[in-house]
T-cell receptor, first 113, second 111 residues
Framework: EAQVTQNPRYLITVTGKKLTVTCSQN?????MSWYRQDPGLGLRQIYY???????DKGDVPEGYKVSRKEKRNFPLILESPSPNQTSLYFC????????????FGPGTRLLVL | GENVEQHPSTLSVQEGDSAVIKCTYS??????FPWYKQELGKRPQLIID?????GEKKDQRIAVTLNKTAKHFSLHITETQPEDSAVYFC??????????FGAGTRLTVKP
C-alpha cells in the first residue's frame, strides 16, 4: 500500500531534549516536505527536499534540521526543543515537485514542556 | 516571500446550498494552487488543484477559479452535503518550490 508514515504519532518531551521525528514514503517520491500546523495559522512549511542530499528552508525553518540521505526517508530533527515548537507536524511527499499531488503522513502531535 | 490569505475563516451553509472560499496571494510568480480538505483528526488531502495557465477547473461538485491578474483563486462547492464539513486550505507554490498555505476555512454543512 502506497503511504507516508511518521513516527512517533504522539510525543511529550521537555525543553532542550533532542528529538527526531521520522518520515518514510514507499512511493519512490523525489519531493518531501515538513509542515507544522497551528490553530489560526494553517500549515507552514519548515523544510523541503527536492531529492537525495538536496534540502531547502521553507517558511519557518528556525529550530529545525532535516536530512535526506536516502530517497524514502526525511527525518525532522529538533536539536533543542522549546515550548513554541509544540505543534502538529505533517510530513508530505510528491513525485517530483510541490506542483503535484502531495501525500501527507498521519501527523505527529508534539508537546514540549 | 509569498503570503496567502484565505477568507472566510468559518462558513456555515445549509445542505444543498453552495459554498465559496476565497484566497489571495502576493507572489506573481506563483504557478500552482492546490486545495486541501482536512477532516477532524485526519491528514490534509488534495481535492483539486489548478495551474497558472488555466482559469478554471471542475471536478463534479467542486470547481476552482483563478484570476492571475487580481492574484486570487476560489473554491466552489455546489450541492453541499454534510460530509463536506471539514477545514479547507488553499495553497500557492512559487518557482522555489516552497508551498504557502492559507489559514484555513472551517466549513459546516447543516443537514
Amino acid at each position: 500500500e502506497a503511504q507516508v508514515t511518521q513516527n512517533p504519532r504522539y510525543l511529550i518531551t521537555v525543553t532542550g531534549k533532542k528529538l527526531t521525528v521520522t518520515c518514510s514514503q514507499n512511493m519512490n517520491h523525489e519531493y518531501m516536505s515538513w509542515y507544522r500546523q497551528d490553530p489560526g495559522l494553517g500549515l507552514r512549511q519548515i523544510y523541503y527536499s527536492m531529492n537525495v542530499e538536496v534540502t531547502d528552508k521553507g517558511d519557518v525553518p528556525e529550530g529545525y534540521k532535516v536530512s535526506r540521505k536516502e530517497k524514502r526517508n526525511f527525518p525532522l530533527i529538533l536539536e533543542s526543543p522549546s515550548p513554541n515548537q509544540t505543534s502538529l507536524y505533517f510530513c508530505a511527499s510528491s513525485l517530483t515537485s510541490a506542483s503535484q499531488t502531495q501525500y501527507f503522513g498521519p501527523g505527529t502531535r508534539l508537546l514540549v514542556l | 516571500g509569498e503570503n496567502v490569505e484565505q477568507h472566510p475563516s468559518t462558513l456555515s451553509v445549509q445542505e444543498g446550498d453552495s459554498a465559496v472560499i476565497k484566497c489571495t496571494y502576493s507572489d506573481s510568480a506563483s504557478n500552482y494552487f492546490p486545495w486541501y480538505k482536512q477532516e477532524l483528526g485526519k491528514r490534509p488531502q488534495l481535492i483539486i488543484d489548478i495551474r497558472s495557465n488555466v482559469g478554471e477547473k471542475k471536478d463534479q461538485r467542486i470547481a476552482v477559479t483563478l484570476n492571475k491578474t487580481a492574484k486570487h483563486f476560489s473554491l466552489h462547492i455546489t450541492e453541499t452535503q454534510p460530509e463536506d464539513s471539514a477545514v479547507y486550505f488553499c495553497a500557492a507554490k512559487n518557482n522555489n518550490n516552497d508551498m504557502r498555505f492559507g489559514a484555513g476555512t472551517r466549513l459546516t454543512v447543516k443537514p
